[in-house]
């Protein structure tokens, strides 16, 4: 039996949509594989009354598939599913990783982001790489068509998951199908300012890439009280706030030293509109790990 611990990540981060990606230190998905005639699955942890037991509908079939690895596979749901925080990410990550090991399959880290991102195509309807790079890799990353970067960085960051539930599949409906050159250009300055942010370990830099005009207006609107908590968190010393993946948590980047306050600020906002939530104080840390 092999066991791989797949953290929770944030994709988009603002500017980076479809591209960006961090791994944070907690959450994580525990994923247990063992060699098997035919792929069954079992599920335990939180939100797992919602998600599939069906190989052909659960995030890690698809990487069985793809890794030709048949096997029993026990799931241990520390990310809660529609969260933002890429819950079905992680599993596909964890299984990848595991399988991987389980059959001797020989392949890269970064060989297994694209067969781990097939596992999203599954709930979404696209093979979007920025949650599964990092929950694998670790790091902030950079997923593209053309492969994969990953930096380590120290850079400090709070999520706030409100008791809402907003799909991937659903929050994909609502971007918009076009944009103004002039969104497209303030986009790609800031998605550069955070990238430097990122290798610089520099959080006011990074804060300051990750607005973005295109996306996330349109993403804000599924989530009640989100333009208060932003407003929030950044009276509370947030340098940066966006959407986390497609929601309905939302991450904020901050000075080490400013991570309570900020969660604080985030949770009695929400609270105002009458939302429960919680909040994870992380980092930008590592990916899956064979424990
Ligand atoms: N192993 C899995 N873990 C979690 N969700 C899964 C899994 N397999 C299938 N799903 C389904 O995927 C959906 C949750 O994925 P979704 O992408 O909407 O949320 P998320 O991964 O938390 O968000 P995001 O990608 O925005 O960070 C649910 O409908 C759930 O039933
Ligand atoms: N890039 C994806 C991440 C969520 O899975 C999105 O925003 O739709």
Known sequence: MITVRAPATSANLGSGFDVFGVAFDRPADIIRVERAERTTIDITGVGSQYIPTDPEKNTVGAVVEALDAPAHIEIDKGVRPASGLGSSA????????????????????????????????VVSGTAHADNVAPSILGGFTIATADGVESVSTD?????????????????????????????????????????????????????????????????????????????????????????????????????????????????????????????????????????
């Open 90 to 121: 992680a599993s596909a990550a964890g299984a990848a990783v595991a399988l991987n090991e389980l059959y001797d399959r020989g392949l890269s880290r970064a060989e297994l982001v694209p067969i781990a991102a097939e596992g999203e195509a």
């Open 155 to 291: 850079i400090s960051l709070v999520a706030c998951l409100p008791e809402i539930a907003v799909s991937t599949r659903d929050a994909r409906r609502v971007v918009p199908e076009t944009a103004q050159m002039s969104e497209v250009v303030e986009t790609v300055g800031n998605a550069a300012t955070l990238t430097v942010g990122m290798c610089r370990g520099d959080p006011d830099l990074v804060g300051r890439g990750m607005d973005d005009p295109l996306v996330t207006p349109a993403r804000a609107e599924l989530i009640t009280g989100y333009d208060t908590v932003r407003e929030a968190a950044i009276d509370a010393g947030a340098t940066g706030v966006t959407v986390s993946g497609a929601g309905p948590s939302v991450l904020a980047v901050c000075h080490e030293g400013d991570r309570r306050a900020v969660g604080g600020a985030m949770l009695t906002a929400f609270d105002d509109h009458e939302v429960d939530a919680r909040v994870y104080q992380t980092q930008v840390s590592d990916g899956a790990t064979i424990l």
